[in-house]
Structures are given as C-alpha cells and as structure tokens.
C-alpha cells in the first residue's frame, strides 16, 4: 500500500513531502527547505534573530545557533577586512624596519667605542713610552754629569731634557731632579 497516495495530508506540516517506504511512509522537507536553515521535523524557517548579517542554522530537529558564513558581512566586508589587513602588515612592517635600524646603529656604536677605546690605550702607550724614555735620558745625563763634576755642556743638555721633560712630568719631579744633581 502507496501511503502517500492513499491519504495526500499524511505529512503534518506545511512543506513536508511524503515518501513511501517499504510497508511505511516517511515525511521530509521540500528540497528547497533541506539546508541548515530549516527545522527538519516541521520545515520551518530557523526562528533566531541573529544579528550582524549571522545566519540562523538548526543544529538538530529542535535546537538551533546563529554562525557567521564565509563571505556574509558578519566579519565585516571584504574591503574592510582588507583594510585591516593592509593596516596590520604596514605596523608589522614598520616595527621590524625599526628594530633593524636600531640594530644596526648599535652595531655601529659598538664598533666605533671599541676603536675609540683602542685609540686612546695606543695614544696612553705613546705617552708613556715618551715619559720613560725622557726620564732615562735624565737619568743617564745625571749620570754623566757627576763623573765629570757638572760642566756646562752637561747643564745645557739637562735644561734641554727638562725642557722636553716639562711637557709629561709636574714641576715637582723636575725640581726633585735639580736638587739631586746639585748635590
């Protein structure tokens, strides 16, 4: 026995069609009311308001959810989520030229207080072998001067040394060294 053609309002609801089955029938929903939106046990249209362009969708015969689809205005347009992303990558963009310019200039500034550093120990070393050759200069004329008991050359070549001598020692030590060679 047809079901479906023995009693044409067997199916309930409004958009329901019957199908026969072996010994049964069954109702479903018309192919245009087969999709998420409508309830399957009764076709009707999913009843949530949703907001923001969402769309209504029936989880099961009786529960349902609003979601936003791929390409519905829930999310935003495409030209603003483009925006946003143009937005994004610029700010990225600009953050990392930033961090590399800073990078870069303390690089920069590393290398140029090492060679600073490395020009004045040199510039110290110069100063020093200066003042310890002046001092032996001295030394050696005072040597000279008392073997042969203070003549003028020897008294011309130690103003001479301490002329040279001023420039890297106090007056103290100069003075010092007069004092010695008098004695």
Known sequence: IDEC?????????????CINTLGSYRCQCEESRRNGSYYSHNCTKCSLECEDGKTCIV???T???CLCLPGSDCL???KHRGLFTVTAGIIIGCAAAAIAIISILFFCYLKWKNKRGEAEEQKWLEE???ENKAAEDIE????????SKTDEKSIEDISKLQENYVK???MEDINQVQLSLIK
């Open 5 to 17: 053609k023995a009693n044409p309002s067997i199916c309930p609801f409004p958009h329901q069609e």
């Open 59 to 61: 989880h099961n015969r």
């Open 63 to 65: 529960s349902a959810f």
């Open 76 to 78: 935003g347009t495409v």
């Open 128 to 130: 020093n072998e200066n």
């Open 140 to 147: 050696k004329c005072m040597v000279d001067t008392s073997k």
């Open 168 to 170: 890297e020692k106090s």
